[in-house]
Structures are given as structure tokens and as C-alpha cells.
């Protein structure tokens, strides 16, 4: 739940390292993809649309990489 949070507030805060940071801690503590993605997704109304496409396409770039 922590690195939610903190990959949430990272899209925030428009912070592409910590985006990255935060995506491959919550996905080591057992986070799904899914979950990631959806905290993302929740910040949309609060950082407008491009910020979130934005800060998504940082997770799944991260998310990749840890599949790879």
C-alpha cells in the first residue's frame, strides 16, 4: 500500500525517477500491475489527463522491465 501511495504521489509531483522508483518497490512488495496502474489512473482528476498518460506510460516502461 505504501508504494502505491508514494507511485501515486510521485505522478503528482510530475517525478519520472521516482515514478520508476516507486513502480519497481511496489511491484518487489507484491503489487500487481494492475494495482499500480490503478493508482495512477486515480490521480487523473487531481494532475490533469496528460500528467497521468504521462506518468503511466512511466509504469508501464517499468513494468516491462521487470517482466524482461
Known amino acids: 500500500t505504501r508504494q502505491l501511495i508514494k ?3 510521485a505522478a503528482a509531483v510530475i517525478s519520472e ?3 520508476h522508483s516507486h513502480t519497481r518497490q511496489a511491484l ?3 503489487a500487481t500491475a ?3 496502474r ?3 489512473l486515480l490521480t487523473a482528476t487531481t494532475i490533469g489527463f496528460p500528467n497521468m498518460i504521462a506518468a503511466f506510460s ?3 516502461e517499468t513494468i516491462e ?3 524482461s
Open 58 to 60: 512511466w509504469v508501464e
Open 38 to 40: 490503478h493508482a495512477v
Open 17 to 19: 525517477g521516482a515514478v
Open 7 to 9: 507511485t501515486a504521489v
Open 34 to 36: 494492475d494495482e499500480i
Open 28 to 30: 518487489k512488495a507484491g
Open 65 to 67: 522491465l521487470e517482466r
